[in-house]
């Protein structure tokens, strides 16, 4: 519904300038004054795009929590794709038109900040395109793509020095408030910068759970929140203090501590197991809308791949601290048996509650007498009844994600019963 009632902002906030533009049209002209007119609609729409691209990707909770952090990347990548194609077609028709009139315009200091601008479009743009293909870390990626941030106050004084129309009211009216957004998203994210700076939580304790995956856990006041969401983790080690990363909460909302599970895959996570008790970390939540609690209902599949298994954990932990009713079937993808953590604590729950049953899920394994392979149809259909009759949360490698959301679609489950949750934020 959110996301719905997003949208509809979004295509008001596109509809509101191209309606004022059309007004603005003479009849009865050369038709290059309208290839001319083409390319300042162009730049008007990606200019409102642009704005938006700020909104949606600087964690604004009231317009993630409910829409998810993941959907609303997805709008900001699809827009990012737009972006470069409507800025870069503004210049181009220009340009003919002016040709085509006769007209020779110098390029002049106006038109010269129009061109950086369009520069950084390209460089934010190109630096996404290329992260995955070509190596380039992700910090560096971030970093070349925070460039975009100039693009707006350069876009605006261009536009509003340069454009004619600009001035008027109520086109005018509607550029400022453009510009107000901006700023306002900018204010917003240096005050949590600060507000998280001056409430540091502390390392309290490090748990080797298997070869490579970690258990942190904090000390600190911790905002509510539900089973299943994330947050974004600072450490501070050595008076440094890292990037932002995202980690889901595997504890319980239900009990006092705030834990997390990373598994070492890089930079970061390989620096884990040197944290130290009392080590600052500043911790941004709750964000994410993967959770049990957002679904009405009693009956779940809960399939985990890997560090995928970190939601479940914390939504199994809470239901358990909670005693709720709910019937939970967990399937765990795992390579090996070695890779299996908290597996102590997940068959004491088995233990204790009739309405929870696991099964783990070797692929590497021979030897192993519980099931093997990939979690596909059959395996579904042997360990889940009803399949048609229960939510599903899906969380692992997007490989096996993409081979599970089929497999539950050949079996006549709803996409609006399928819940996932992507390891990453592009
Ligand atoms: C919603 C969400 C929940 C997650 N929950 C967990 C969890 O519970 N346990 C766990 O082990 N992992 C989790 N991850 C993945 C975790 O964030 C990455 O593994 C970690 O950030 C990798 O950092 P690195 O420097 O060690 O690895 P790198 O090798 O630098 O990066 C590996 C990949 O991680 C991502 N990544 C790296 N740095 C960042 C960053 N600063 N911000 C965002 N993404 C980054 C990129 O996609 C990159 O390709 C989660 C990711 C998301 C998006």
Redesign the pocket.
Same mark, same amino acid.
């Given at each position: 519904m959110k996301k719905t009632l997003f949208l509809i902002v979004m295509a008001l906030f596109i509809g509101i300038p191209v309606f004022m533009w059309s007004r603005m049209l003479a009849g009865g002209l050369p038709w290059p004054v309208y290839l001319y007119d083409a390319g300042r609609l162009f730049a008007l729409i990606g200019f409102v795009l642009i704005v938006f691209q700020y909104v949606l990707s600087s964690r604004i909770k009231w317009i993630e929590q409910g829409i998810g952090?993941?959907r609303l990347l997805g709008i900001h990548r699809r827009c990012g794709a737009l972006i470069p194609a409507l800025i870069t077609a503004h210049p181009l028709l220009i340009l003919v038109s002016e040709r085509l009139q006769g007209l020779a315009a110098p390029l002049g200091f106006l038109k010269t900040i129009g061109l950086i601008a369009l520069l950084l479009v390209w460089v934010t743009a190109g630096a996404a395109m290329l992260y995955?293909r070509v190596p380039l870390?992700?910090?560096a990626w971030?970093g070349v793509h925070r460039v975009g941030y100039a693009i707006l106050p350069l876009a605006f004084v261009h536009s509003f020095l340069m454009g004619s129309t600009l001035h008027q009211s109520p086109m005018g009216v509607f550029w400022v408030t453009l510009a107000l957004i901006y700023l306002a998203v900018l204010t917003n994210t240096v005050r949590r910068h600060f507000v998280l700076k001056k409430h540091p939580f502390r390392v309290s304790h490090v748990t080797q759970e298997t070869h490579d +995956?970690w258990r942190l856990h904090f000390e600190g006041d911790h905002p509510d929140f539900a089973p299943g969401q994330?947050m974004?983790v600072q450490l501070e080690q050595e008076g440094r203090i890292s990037?932002?990363?995202?980690?889901?909460i595997?504890s319980s909302p239900a009990q006092k501590g705030l834990s997390?599970?990373?598994?070492?895959?890089?930079?970061?996570?390989?620096t884990i197991a040197d944290t130290t008790p009392s080590d600052p970390a500043y911790v941004d939540m709750p964000?994410?809308v993967f959770s049990f609690l957002n679904h009405d209902a009693d009956r779940f599949v809960f399939i985990a791949g890997g +560090?995928g298994i970190?939601?479940f954990l914390s939504m199994l932990r809470y239901m358990k601290d909670r005693r709720l009713r709910k019937e939970v079937v967990l399937l765990w993808a795992n390579k090996r048996e070695a890779d299996i953590a908290f597996r102590f604590e997940l068959d004491r729950m088995i233990a204790e509650t009739p309405y929870l049953k696991v099964h783990y899920i070797l692929s590497r394994q021979e030897d192993w007498p519980g099931e093997k392979g990939h979690v596909d149809q059959a395996m579904l259909k042997k360990h889940v009844g009803d399949l048609t009759k229960r939510e599903y949360f899906v969380c692992g490698p997007p490989s096996m994600m993409e081979e599970v959301v089929r497999a539950l679609s050949f079996l006549g489950v709803l996409k609006q019963h399928i819940h996932t949750?992507?390891?990453?934020?592009?």
């Open positions: 952090l993941d995955g870390s992700y910090e971030k +995956i994330f974004f990037a932002p990363h995202p980690f889901t595997a997390i599970c990373v598994k070492t895959v890089g930079d970061f996570t390989s964000y994410g +560090i970190t939601p949750e992507r390891f990453a934020l592009r």
